[in-house]
């Protein structure tokens, strides 16, 4: 059995939008906690918290496309570890998915300068992110 290639993109796609609404809700929650809103802030934690798990959801369920032959799972390994700086892909499909990794990429980069602003300014010195 191939691949599924248009399975694949759309769950990365999804992936990519969990990630969005994450970098969204970190954004309010920098708001939030300036404002001292610590009930806002929790709900906002568990909002964070269930995007997560969506995407750990579509991780698993590609991941699960790889396991019907081991020339999926290899192809599959392929498509979500290599470089998608690097990458070429082979077929429209495996060239969107690199285009969906590297956006994907730049969001993350943006979350976690997002996330870094954040932890510092809660945790001072104790920062996961020290100076």
């Known amino acids: ?6 399975k694949v993109m759309i769950l990365l796609q999804r992936k990519w939008n969990s990630i969005r609404e ?9 708001k939030t906690f300036a404002r001292n809103d610590e009930i ?4 906002l934690l568990q ?5 997560m798990e969506k995407i750990d959801q579509c991780m698993e369920e590609i991941w699960q496309l ?7 799972y290899e192809k599959l390994c392929v498509l979500i570890n290599s470089d998608p700086d690097e990458a070429v892909g082979e077929t429209a499909g495996e060239k969107k998915i690199y285009e969906i990794r590297q956006r994907t990429q730049v969001l993350l980069d943006q979350l976690q300068e997002a996330d870094k602003r954040l932890n510092q300014k809660l945790a001072g010195k104790k920062s996961f992110y020290k100076k």
């Open 47 to 51: 909002l964070r918290s269930d995007e």
């Open 1 to 6: 059995m191939e691949l599924d290639i248009t």
């Open 40 to 43: 806002s802030a929790a709900m």
């Open 22 to 30: 994450i970098h969204r809700l970190t954004i309010e929650l920098e």
């Open 66 to 72: 790889g396991e019907t032959d081991p020339v999926s």
